[in-house]
């Protein structure tokens, strides 16, 4: 049964949890060549350190949740508190107040798969996996993209086949974050091949660790391997794992991408967690700061940070009042990934050849990482261009792009 807590004793109730078990967090001032000069948007850790982060985002996600905090509005029926979104907000703003350690490896699980297996799963399956997902036992990745389907997900080609109660896996996906250490994973397969592409789908939670699926690291630009192939070879999965009817799978990959622009272009803002202050002294100590041409375009990158973050929190209010976001998400998500540009943009002009040779000096070559990672977040959750066409298209009012399925 749900509980009634007013917002003043849950503030309270919060507040004495965080303070007994997390330090209030310091605000993180630039001191030029003080502590690590790493700037990175995507995972580029030793297996040694994803094990570290997975563990201690594990063990805070535990902690959170026995207190009461992991799942503030999520059905008690599957282990959540059956507050208010305003409680949830309440909490999250308190918290930020806090070093917490990185949640990471739950964004996709968490984020996306999570409020499908809620909106599509059978009871069975939303007993047996949420209150897990949510307490961070176990750890869920997205299984969607194809090396023949991104953009044009409707025309991947993994095949699900009926036998009896269950269903036979076969296929390859790519580009799957994080499936080196997930446990479940939501696919999205073929049942009928006959149908038109978007009526020929099926969706299902697939366990990781079945006979037959195979995890195959791919290693980035920028060092890591954040991303697998993975392969299924007569993988089996009973039919109660199935997420919504079959041959609905359509809807079903629509619910996680709508969660899936929420959680990238709503989570970053503008500058995604590239502090103005950074920049500011990376170009003092370059003796850079009275030019007029990276001042100008420090100043562009500042206010467009500023703007897209109202644009995600306006697309936020929208799902947060419990509607459907419209292509608020698709401008959210392009204007952080244009302000990144402009931040890629700024550093080349202030670096120069220092951010492609590493002379060992402090806080230059660094920032490297950080500028390699960013064609991957134009790609990520719809590309830029698909993300101008929805624009283009619902915003705008143009004509739709002949013959296109998106
Ligand atoms: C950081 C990162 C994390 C990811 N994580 C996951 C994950 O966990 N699970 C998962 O399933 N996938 C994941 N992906 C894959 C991602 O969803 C796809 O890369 C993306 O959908 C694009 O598909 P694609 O790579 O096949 O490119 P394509 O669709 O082949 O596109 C190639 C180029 O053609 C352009 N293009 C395609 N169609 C059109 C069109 N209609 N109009 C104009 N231009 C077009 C694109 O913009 C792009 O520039 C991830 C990708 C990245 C970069």
Redesign the pocket.
């Known amino acids: 049964m749900s509980e009634t807590v007013s917002e003043e004793a849950f503030r309270a109730e919060a507040l004495e949890f965080l303070q007994a078990n997390v330090k209030p967090k310091v605000e993180e001032t630039t001191n030029w060549g003080e502590g690590s000069d790493r700037v990175s948007l995507?995972s580029e850790k030793t297996k040694e350190e994803e094990q570290a982060e997975l563990e201690a985002a594990k063990e805070w996600r535990q902690k959170l949740f026995d207190a009461g905090f992991a799942w503030i509005t999520g059905p008690t029926a599957y282990g959540g508190r059956g507050l208010t979104p305003a409680h949830e907000r309440l909490f999250a703003s308190i918290e930020a107040e806090f070093d917490t350690p990185s949640q990471g490896p739950f964004g996709?699980g968490l984020g996306m798969v999570a409020p499908t297996i809620l909106a599509h799963a059978t009871d069975e399956v939303k007993q047996a996996y949420l209150r897990r997902l949510w307490r961070g036992e176990i750890v869920a990745?997205?299984?969607?993209?194809e090396p023949v389907?991104?953009?044009?997900?409707a025309g991947l080609q993994t095949r699900a086949l009926r036998d009896g109660d269950e269903w036979v896996l076969n296929g390859q996906?790519?580009?799957?974050?994080?499936a080196q250490y997930s446990d479940i994973g939501e696919i999205i397969c073929r049942t009928d091949p006959d149908a038109p592409k978007h009526k020929g789908l099926t969706g299902f939670v697939v366990n990781m660790h079945a006979p037959g699926v195979e995890v195959r690291p791919l290693r980035q630009m920028t060092g890591g391997a954040s991303?697998n192939e993975v392969f299924f070879t007569d993988v089996r999965v009973p039919d109660d794992h199935r997420l919504g009817d079959v041959n609905q799978g359509w809807t079903v990959a629509l619910t996680t991408l709508m969660n899936e622009r929420a959680s990238i272009g709503g989570g970053g803002g503008g500058g995604s967690g590239v502090g103005a202050s950074r920049l500011i002294e990376l170009m003092r100590h370059l003796g850079r700061d009275s030019d007029p041409i990276a001042r100008q375009r420090l100043a562009e990158i500042f206010i467009n940070s500023r703007v897209s973050s109202y644009t995600s929190m306006r697309a936020m209010a929208k799902i947060k009042a419990g509607q459907l976001p419209g292509p608020e998400m698709s401008i959210a998500k392009l204007s952080l990934t244009n302000n990144l540009q402009r931040i890629s943009g700024l550093l080349s002009l202030v670096l120069g050849p220092k951010l492609v040779a590493d002379s060992g000096e402090w806080g230059t070559y660094a920032w490297s990482e950080l500028v390699l990672g960013i064609p991957?977040?134009r790609?990520?959750?719809?590309?830029?261009?698909?993300m101008r066409?929805i624009v283009g298209e619902r915003v705008l009012g143009l004509p739709k792009?002949p013959g296109?399925s998106?």
Not at 149 to 153: H, M, P, V
């Open positions: 995507l996709i990745c997205q299984l969607f993209s389907a991104g953009s044009d997900l996906k790519v580009w799957t974050s994080g991303f991957g977040m790609v990520a959750g719809g590309t830029d261009e698909i066409n792009e296109l998106k």
